[in-house]
């Protein structure tokens, strides 16, 4: 585990920032969805979902088969870092076989990266009836038991009323995702959200202390969010309104596009810069003193939206927030929508980069963060090395390959190479350090010796095929490796093996 503080960051040099990048590997959260089966009808876009979503992506959405919907009612006592809530899920059986029970995370629960929180669930109601439950793994895990099998293709509603308690300036030792500071209220995992059913059944892995902990299907939400009215909120997916609804309280609504999970950051003082390129409002929000952060922030996030849409496939949703919070060893966390940059870092181009680049390679298209960590955060690492090519000097950008460069080599020389595709179990008992240097540094070597083979042209084919086929799904390994010998026209197994599946 990296050190909790950072010390002397030199913001305005970009290559030691990289650098920084890479020794907080294992706090660069990332959250990834399962890929439903498509069984039963395409959906439309439930009412003013819309609006959180460019128009040309709503022939993609509209692709999509009967996802899980949220209706969230939140009540935010921010004086004592408290808030309660009522979830109503509608959930149509996509998978192609009846399920007996519906598993929820309660990640707060979890402690680790959550802190000395707490996510309490009081009340569960299966199309208006109460439901039996059954808490587990250290209460992270609640499944929910059905009166009857839910058959293939079969919708319910479930009702979940919950209250949560956020610990106060990283009780714990939780990473700032889900606590109060500074008069900030940072809310990641603040409501039960459904486990991931895959191949491998239910998905109930235990919270990590590396890499991801939080693997979910994609969804809509609609919340809508009481507080006291001198707070400022941001969030995932777009403001439908605000207004006064009691004394001294404003009601939000937010409505999200497809997502992988809901995120809100309140705060008393924040202040923000917006501006719109190619259909998307970028907001900049801040705190007092770093509005020339913020002005850094969104300069970079002009460049990166214009440089990813370019080179992967355009960002589908009408908003994207990165936001100034107090964190405690964590530096950058990435949600959909909406990116976590601790105030100590706010404004760095590699942390701001690199969180956008997980935009395309973890939400839009989604991998399972457990087994397959290399698959959003190698491609995530070289996407981020791109932005520096097309926007920062050469000498830049090759001091950053001659770093990469040096440290794999020397890792080799010290008998620490690893193959790059083992899970994120083997890395966690090996620590982060290693993480870094396998999954990150030699990762995205691998993608930069993928490029020279094949050239330019066929790997960003490659790419931009790959965002189009698995948007809104989970991909597998083969999914992207594919893409590339259908782009190039070459059989490409001996680099494959090289890079990913030997030790040097």
């Not at 950072?6 to 959260?29: A, D, K, Q």
């Not at 299966?126 to 839910?150: A, H, R, Y």
């Not at 479930?158 to 106060?168: A, D």
């Amino acid at each position: 585990m990296a050190k909790k503080y950072v010390e002397n960051i030199n913001i305005n040099t970009r290559l030691p920032g990289f650098i920084l990048l890479l020794f907080f590997i294992s706090f660069i959260f990332s959250i990834t969805a399962a890929c439903q089966p498509f069984i039963g009808k395409n959906s439309k876009i439930p009412e003013n979902q819309s609006i959180a979503l460019l128009s040309d992506a709503w022939e993609d959405v509209e692709k999509l088969p009967e996802i899980p919907q949220y209706d969230i009612q939140l009540e935010v006592d921010f004086k004592n870092a408290a808030f309660k809530g009522t979830a109503q899920i509608d959930y149509t059986n996509l998978e192609e076989v009846g399920l007996d029970s519906l598993y929820y995370r309660l990640f707060p629960n979890s402690g680790k990266s959550y802190g000395s929180g707490s996510l309490e669930v009081y009340s569960v109601e299966v199309n208006g009836q109460e439901v039996q439950t059954v808490l587990s793994l250290d209460d992270s895990v609640l499944e929910v038991k059905l009166s009857g099998t839910l058959i293939a293709g079969e919708d319910i509603q479930i009702t979940i009323s919950f209250n949560g308690k956020v610990p106060r300036d990283f009780a714990g030792d939780g990473y700032g995702i889900y606590n109060m500071s500074n008069n900030v209220l940072t809310l990641a995992g603040w409501f039960p959200i459904l486990a991931v059913y895959d191949d491998e059944g239910w998905n109930l892995d235990p919270a990590r202390s590396i890499g991801d902990s939080v693997y979910s299907d994609i969804a809509y939400y609609s919340v809508e969010l009481t507080a006291p009215d001198n707070l400022k909120a941001a969030a995932t997916g777009s403001l439908v309104d605000s207004r006064a609804c009691g004394d001294s309280q404003i009601c939000h609504s937010f409505v999200s596009g497809p997502v992988r999970d809901f995120v809100l950051v309140l705060a008393r003082d924040f202040e923000v810069i917006s501006k719109k390129l190619q259909g998307t409002k970028i907001n900049a929000y801040y705190l007092p003193d770093h509005r020339d952060a913020a002005q850094n922030t969104m300069n970079i996030a002009i460049n990166a939206l214009k440089t990813f849409n370019n080179k992967f496939g355009p960002y589908p949703y009408t908003e994207l927030d990165i936001v100034d919070v107090p964190m405690n060893g964590s530096i950058g966390v990435e949600f959909p929508g909406i990116i976590l940059n601790s105030s100590i870092i706010y404004g760095d181009t590699v942390f701001t980069a690199h969180e956008i680049a997980h935009q395309w390679w973890y939400n839009v298209v989604g991998n399972d963060v457990i087994d397959d960590p290399w698959l959003d955060e190698a491609l995530t690492t070289y996407s981020s090395i791109i932005y520096f090519e097309y926007n920062s000097t050469g000498e830049e950008y090759q001091g950053i390959f001659n770093y990469f460069k040096r440290e794999h080599q020397n890792n080799i020389k010290a008998g620490g190479d690893d193959l790059v595709t083992y899970g994120l179990d083997h890395f966690e008992e090996l620590g982060a350090k290693h993480y870094s240097l396998i999954v990150y540094i030699k990762g995205a070597l691998f993608f930069h010796s993928l490029r020279e083979k094949i050239g330019d042209d066929a790997f960003f084919e490659a790419l931009q095929d790959y965002y189009q086929l698995k948007k809104y799904q989970i991909a597998s390994p083969e999914d992207l490796l594919d893409a590339f010998e259908r782009s190039s026209g070459e059989q490409l197994d001996d680099l494959y093996q090289e890079w990913l599946y030997e030790k040097q």
